[in-house]
C-alpha cells in the first residue's frame, strides 16, 4: 500500500493567500524530495532536504524536514496564479525504491 | 528540456496488446526509473536500473518487464494490455542510485491509452 501521505489531497485558494501541504511517511527517511508537475506536464524537482529539522526557503516556498524525519511539509507563502500544479513529496523507501506521496493539488483562483 | 527523451508520447492500442515503451536517461545519468500514473492519480513507482542490472523493484505487474541496455537507455514492456494500464508512463533518470540518489529529471513522459 502507499507509504507516503500526503495531505490535503486537494486544495483551493485565492491569489495571495497562503497555500500549506504535508507530507507523512510511515518510515523515518535518510532525505525527502519535492516535486511539482504542472497540468500536463512532468515532475520538476524542487529541493531536497536531508538533515533532521531542516528548514530550506526558495523565495516564496518553504521547505521543512521533521525533527523525526517522518514527515515533511511545503509552504507558499502568498499564492500567484503561477504555483497551480501538483505538489509530491517523495523519498526512498526500502532501498532504492523511490516512492511519491500522493500528492496535493493547487489551485489558485485569480 | 530536462534531457530524458521518451518514446512514443501517445500510443493507442487493443487490449490483449504488447507495446514498448524507450526512455533516453540523461547524458551521463546512470540510474533509471519508471513510474506508472493514471488519471488524476499519483506516482506509482514500477522499477529501477542503475547501470544496465535491475537495483528495485515496485508494484510492477507480472505483464510488464523493463531492462536497461548498455547505452543505458531502458525500455519498458507491457504486454496483455488491459484497459486498466492505460495511463502516462514517465521515466526519470538520475546520477546515482540508492537512498541519497539526487534529483531525478523526468522524461516528458508515453501516454498509452488501451481501446
Known amino acids: 500500500g502507499q507509504q507516503v501521505m500526503q495531505i490535503p489531497q486537494y486544495q483551493h485558494v485565492q491569489e495571495g493567500e497562503d497555500f500549506t501541504t504535508y507530507c507523512n511517511s510511515s518510515t523515518t527517511l535518510s532525505n525527502i524530495q519535492w516535486y511539482k508537475q504542472r497540468p500536463g506536464g512532468h515532475p520538476v524537482f524542487l529541493i531536497q532536504l536531508v538533515k533532521s529539522g531542516e528548514v530550506k526557503k526558495q523565495k516564496r516556498l518553504t521547505f521543512q524536514f521533521g525533527e523525526a524525519k517522518k514527515n515533511s511539509s511545503l509552504h507558499i507563502t502568498a499564492t500567484q496564479t503561477t504555483d497551480v500544479g501538483t505538489y509530491f513529496c517523495?523519498?526512498?523507501?526500502?532501498?532504492?525504491?523511490?516512492?511519491f506521496g500522493t500528492g496535493t493539488s493547487l489551485t489558485v483562483i485569480p | 528540456d530536462s534531457g530524458v527523451t521518451q518514446t512514443p508520447k501517445h500510443l493507442i492500442t487493443a487490449t490483449g496488446q504488447r507495446v514498448t515503451l524507450r526512455c533516453s536517461p540523461r547524458s551521463g545519468d546512470l540510474s533509471v526509473y519508471w513510474y506508472q500514473q493514471s488519471l488524476d492519480q499519483g506516482l506509482q513507482f514500477l522499477i529501477q536500473y542503475y547501470n544496465g542490472e535491475e537495483r528495485a523493484k515496485g508494484n510492477i505487474l507480472e505483464r510488464f518487464s523493463a531492462q536497461q541496455f548498455p547505452d543505458l537507455h531502458s525500455e519498458l514492456n507491457l504486454s496483455s494490455l488491459e484497459l486498466g494500464d492505460s495511463a502516462l508512463y514517465f521515466c526519470a533518470s538520475s546520477r546515482r542510485e540508492g537512498p541519497r540518489t539526487g534529483e531525478l529529471f523526468f522524461g516528458e513522459g508515453s501516454r498509452l491509452t488501451v481501446l
Open positions: 517523495a523519498g526512498p523507501w526500502a532501498g532504492n525504491q523511490f516512492y
